[in-house]
Structure formats: C-alpha cells, structure tokens
C-alpha cells in the first residue's frame, strides 16, 4: 500500500492496481504474472482517461442541454466528477475510498445536493469498483451513474485480436448513438452471437459507434485475446453495458456498465423524466458494484 496524497497504490503478488485522486480514476491495472499493462495508459494523444467515473450524467444530453422544473442548464457529456478532485476518505492494505460532494459550481449546472463514494478493493486476480451515492437533502436527487475502464492491447497484437464473449446467450439488442453522442432509433439493432461469441472484426465499429445493450441483457461478459479470456467484467443488476472503441486510432477497448444512458436525440422533456435517471429520496443512500477479473 502507498500513497503520495495523489496517487494511491495497492499491491498483491497478482496485480498493482492504482487509483488518482483526480476523479477517483482507476489509473492502472498492471498483471505481475504476465507482466503487462490491462488498463490503457490514458496516452492524451489518443485519449487522455484511464477509466473515469461517469456523474451526474451518462453520455450526452442532446444540445448539451437538460431541463429541471421547467429551467434549462448546461451539461457536458458524462457529467463533471472525472475531472474533480475527491478527498480520500479510506486506505487500507486492499481497499481505498474518496469522497466527493457538490460545491457552488456544480450546483450551477446540476442543481442538486450530492455525495458521492468511489471504492477499489483488490482481492486476488480481481479488482471491484464500488460506488455509494447519498442524498444529504430533503428534496428527491435526480442523477446517473457509469464506468469507463480501457482496456488495453497488449504489445504485438491490435484490436482485431479481441472478441467478446455473452455466456449463455445467442443475440443481444443493442442502442446506438448517433455521431452526435444522441441515440438515434433508426441505429438499433440486433447482434448475433455464435456459440455466445462475437469477433472484433474490421468494420464491427461501422454498425454501431457504441454499443448499448440495455434492459440488463448483459449480467457478465468476457474480453477474449486470440480466443483466451484476458478480461471479465460482472456487472449483474445493471440496467446498460456498453462497448466503445474507435477502430483506426485507439489501442484499447472499452467495457462500461452504466445505470444511466444517452439522451435520445431531440428530447425536450423535464430530467425526472428521461430514460436512465434514477430517483433518490431524501437522506437516503444508493449502492452499487461492478467487478473486473483479470483471465
């Protein structure tokens, strides 16, 4: 364990696992058995994040708009969190925590009370991300939530290596956004699998930008390498996973479970009433966890 007031470090004799202060990012996922990287190392000119937590929004709100009791704000994609400072609240020799709460600022642009907890425990091969999100308020606190982890290729091979696996399932529906950030219903669809499998093949990111398979299709999934499980996320209890990559220019693959979704394009309606906003009563605390396992 270590921790120089930025970074914090946990060890076992599997993993290295780090995690940033700066928007309680997971910042690296080094495997000591075979000696590489997991997580993408966040290069800017590629794309500068490792695995940001996605608050209070997930994806985009169409315009960059959003409606509260009848008053319009401005909102970036995916929310402010990835990119605030968290005080760390719990470090321990398997676990850490940081805590974040709104300020003037963010009131501004989400009117809302908040607390927000972001938890990494490291157990063996398999790193677990735990969120709580607290209502420290009498009014109801409207609000999403999302993971972001890349994945890194490994040195020598590309993208094209990968497949994903869907135990026990043929096909999958899936949403699309359209090159807006907006989910566009012209772009759904279906996925077939074969024996619950499906390559990474060229053009696979052409159908779809993202992937979203919604109504908590995906419980479990696998990021194979050349056949061989290298990653599985579990997720079970979330309502959305998505996959993300952009095949030209990015060396990594995304596998985001979410509670919480991209606006539909050209929604003009109230926040309380857009599909994937949860509802958080009063004084009242929200928990949820996903899980990576390192294959």
């Known amino acids: 364990m ?50 940001p937590i996605l608050f209070p929004f997930v994806g985009k709100s169409f315009e960059n708009t959003y409606r509260h009791e009848g008053r319009e704000y401005g909102i970036s994609q995916h929310g402010f969190a990835r990119d605030m400072d968290f005080e760390p609240v719990l470090c321990d020799s398997d676990e850490c925590w940081y805590r974040l709460k709104d300020t003037p600022e963010t009131f501004e642009k989400y009117p809302f009370h908040f607390e927000l907890e972001i938890g990494h425990r490291l ?121 993300w990559t952009v095949e030209a220019t990015h060396p990594f693959v995304c596998l985001e479970p979410w509670y919480g979704i991209c606006d539909k394009k050209g929604y003009q309606g109230e926040l309380k009433d857009r599909e994937g906003v949860m509802a958080l009563s009063g004084w009242e605390t929200w928990q949820a966890s996903y899980s990576i396992h390192i294959d």
């Open 123 to 243: 157990e063996g091969r398999t790193v677990t991300t735990m969120w709580r999100v607290t209502n420290p308020d009498s009014g109801e606190l409207l609000f999403m939530i999302g993971a972001h982890p890349a994945f890194a290729v490994p040195e020598g091979k590309t993208v094209y290596d990968f497949a994903f696996r869907f135990e026990g399932q043929e096909e999958l529906h899936y949403l699309a956004p359209d090159g807006e950030g907006c989910r566009e219903d012209a772009l759904s669809g279906t996925l077939k699998l074969e024996n619950g499998q499906v390559p990474l093949s060229k053009g696979f990111f052409d159908r779809a930008l993202t992937y979203i398979f919604d109504q908590g299709q995906v419980k479990k999934m696998t990021l194979l390498l050349e056949g061989q499980p290298y990653v599985t996320m579990e997720c079970d209890g979330f309502p959305y996973l998505a996959l």
């Open 2 to 51: 270590k921790h120089d007031g930025n970074l914090f470090t946990l060890e076992n004799d599997d993993l290295l696992i780090t995690v940033e202060r700066r928007g309680a990012q997971l910042s690296r996922i080094y495997d000591k058995k075979a000696g590489r990287e997991v997580l993408w190392g966040a290069d800017p000119a590629v794309w500068g994040r490792h695995s």
